[in-house]
T-cell receptor
Framework: EAQVTQNPRYLITVTGKKLTVTCSQNMNHEYMSWYRQDPGLGLRQIYYSMNVEVTDKGDVPEGYKVSRKEKRNFPLILESPSPNQTSLYFC??????????????FGPGTRLTVL | AQSVTQLDSQVPVFEEAPVELRCNYSSSVSVYLFWYVQYPNQGLQLLLKYLSGSTLVESINGFEAEFNKSQTSFHLRKPSVHISDTAEYFCAVSPNAGNNRKLIWGLGTSLAVNP
């Protein structure tokens, strides 16, 4: 089954404690992306990746890091989480621009609370 | 830059009634248009998309949307809704060129179907 998986689905942590949210896709997609969803602000892109070892900032990258060492994985790293990073996070993947455009597939979301 | 406006934050409707969820966008470049649905406690699923061709697009569960370039709109409609259509609906656009396949999102419309 084609899917994007995220772990953990729920996480409560404290300010300053480093954490990683994993994202994995099994569709051999080149493009992957992270969004956060906040009430009144909608979904905003954090980082994206065009391929292995190719990453770039989205609209709200501050306080986050990503890596793309393998095609299937795109972890989101919070080195020193703060309460304003409490949010619902979604990972997405899709084909590259070279192919005809297809939908982006989204993971189930990770609800993060930073105390 | 692009922006998306969903004109109604909440739409209550009775079962079997018709519904229209409105979406307007602005963009200086050509875009692809999407409607995504988010059921309670679930991730985002693509409902339908407009890439090119016929301006009327349909989903498998009875929704349709019409791309109106002159009015820069992409309203979502269903002639008869079911209880199971209760969900959050998001309109999104993506520039159809460039490296970043970022989706720019509206704030969502909460559709509540009542018996």
């Amino acid at each position: 089954e084609a899917q994007v998986t995220q772990n953990p689905r729920y996480l409560i942590t404290v300010t300053g404690k480093k954490l990683t949210v994993t994202c994995s896709q099994n569709m051999n997609h080149e493009y992957m992306s992270w969004y956060r969803q906040d009430p009144g602000l909608g979904l905003r892109q954090i980082y994206y990746s065009m391929n292995v070892e190719v990453t770039d900032k989205g609209d709200v990258p501050e306080g986050y890091k990503v890596s793309r060492k393998e095609k299937r994985n795109f972890p989101l790293i919070l080195e020193s989480p703060s309460p304003n990073q409490t949010s619902l996070y979604f990972c997405a993947s899709g084909e590259s621009w070279g192919a005809s455009y297809n939908e982006q597939f989204f993971g189930p979301g990770t609800r993060l609370t930073v105390l | 830059a692009q922006s998306v406006t969903q004109l109604d934050s909440q739409v209550p409707v009775f079962e079997e009634a018709p519904v229209e969820l409105r979406c307007n966008y602005s963009s200086s470049v050509s875009v692809y248009l999407f409607w995504y649905v988010q059921y309670p406690n679930q991730g985002l699923q693509l409902l339908l998309k407009y890439l090119s061709g016929s301006t009327l697009v349909e989903s498998i569960n009875g929704f349709e949307a019409e791309f109106n370039k002159s009015q820069t709109s992409f309203h979502l409609r269903k002639p008869s809704v079911h209880i199971s259509d209760t969900a959050e609906y998001f309109c999104a656009v993506s520039p159809n060129a460039g490296n970043n396949r970022k989706l720019i999102w509206g704030l969502g419309t909460s559709l509540a179907v009542n018996p």
